[in-house]
């Protein structure tokens, strides 16, 4: 919206161009390729000297432009500064219309500067239009989506789960520990007895991959233990590989392991 001190053509003083933004920036011009606003304003009078009625129109024809601020953009003259006369060690041969290489070095304006000691990493453009999805609930989620994942530390507690990183997620999930059942064997000696084992997540990945988890203690039943190689067959299923450096433990367990948890 614009004011104007006297009363225009149509008697106006308040001229609206735009439906609430104040940071509206319109323009008149004469390119022919804008769209014009016309309209016609007409008198009907008596011409006192030649007793005419007269019909009077006047055309109003006019075209605008219109900018709205996007960004604010910070010139610093760092851009400039270059005591030492460095040259650009970046820069690339580009054919220019020619076919001369011509040498170039991307340029612009940075959105971060590059760090400066004791300064840190300053800023110097922001985007300013406004998004179309202000307002909206989903916005407002993002936004604060947004806001807890730039500070972790602040948000904690509104974690479901403690964040971590991909890494220590990858290490904790396969620290998990898992137990493997021995079948019981009712051979005598040394008597009825199971035994039980614990792999981790990561032996399980390995033998998934076909790999063969070697030397893995059992608990101690019946007095004695075994040291058992395990691999995975094709159903799946974790199965000795051997029981004591043997293909079979010598106290008769079948050679089909199950997984407790
Ligand atoms: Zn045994």
Redesign the pocket.
């Given at each position: 919206m614009y004011k104007i001190v006297e009363k225009d053509a149509m008697g106006n003083k308040n001229v609206h161009r735009g439906f609430s933004d104040s940071n509206f920036f319109a323009a008149q011009t004469s390119n022919p390729r804008i769209a014009a606003l016309s309209v016609d304003t007409c008198k009907d009078y008596r011409d006192h000297k030649t007793h005419h009625n007269v019909h009077n129109c006047t055309h109003y024809s006019q075209r605008y432009t219109w900018a709205i601020p996007l960004e604010i953009i910070y010139l610093t003259p760092l851009y400039e500064w270059n005591p030492h006369n460095f040259r650009h060690t970046t820069s690339v041969g580009v054919l220019d219309p020619h076919g001369v290489v011509q040498k170039v070095a991307a340029s612009g304006t940075h959105i971060i500067l590059p760090n400066i000691e004791g300064v840190g990493k300053v800023r110097t453009r922001y985007p300013i239009m406004p998004v179309h999805a202000d307002g909206e609930q989903s916005r407002k989620e993002l936004d604060a989506l947004k806001e807890m994942v730039m500070n972790m530390a602040k948000y904690s507690s509104l974690f479901e789960v403690e964040p971590t990183t991909v890494s220590n997620a990858n290490t904790q999930y396969n620290q998990q520990p898992h137990m493997l059942k021995v079948t019981p064997?009712t051979q005598d000696p040394p008597g009825y007895?199971g035994?039980d084992l614990m792999i981790t997540q990561a032996d399980i990945e390995d033998m998934k991959k076909g790999q063969t988890v070697r030397g893995i203690l059992t608990t101690t039943?019946?007095q004695?233990q075994?040291s058992i190689d395990i691999h995975m067959d094709a159903h799946g299923q974790y199965v000795m590989a051997a029981c004591d450096g043997l293909p079979r433990?010598w106290?008769g367990?079948d050679t089909h392991l199950t997984l407790d948890f």
């Amino acid at each position: 919206m614009y004011k104007i001190v006297e009363k225009d053509a149509m008697g106006n003083k308040n001229v609206h161009r735009g439906f609430s933004d104040s940071n509206f920036f319109a323009a008149q011009t004469s390119n022919p390729r804008i769209a014009a606003l016309s309209v016609d304003t007409c008198k009907d009078y008596r011409d006192h000297k030649t007793h005419h009625n007269v019909h009077n129109c006047t055309h109003y024809s006019q075209r605008y432009t219109w900018a709205i601020p996007l960004e604010i953009i910070y010139l610093t003259p760092l851009y400039e500064w270059n005591p030492h006369n460095f040259r650009h060690t970046t820069s690339v041969g580009v054919l220019d219309p020619h076919g001369v290489v011509q040498k170039v070095a991307a340029s612009g304006t940075h959105i971060i500067l590059p760090n400066i000691e004791g300064v840190g990493k300053v800023r110097t453009r922001y985007p300013i239009m406004p998004v179309h999805a202000d307002g909206e609930q989903s916005r407002k989620e993002l936004d604060a989506l947004k806001e807890m994942v730039m500070n972790m530390a602040k948000y904690s507690s509104l974690f479901e789960v403690e964040p971590t990183t991909v890494s220590n997620a990858n290490t904790q999930y396969n620290q998990q520990p898992h137990m493997l059942k021995v079948t019981p064997t009712t051979q005598d000696p040394p008597g009825y007895h199971g035994h039980d084992l614990m792999i981790t997540q990561a032996d399980i990945e390995d033998m998934k991959k076909g790999q063969t988890v070697r030397g893995i203690l059992t608990t101690t039943d019946q007095q004695h233990q075994h040291s058992i190689d395990i691999h995975m067959d094709a159903h799946g299923q974790y199965v000795m590989a051997a029981c004591d450096g043997l293909p079979r433990c010598w106290d008769g367990h079948d050679t089909h392991l199950t997984l407790d948890f």
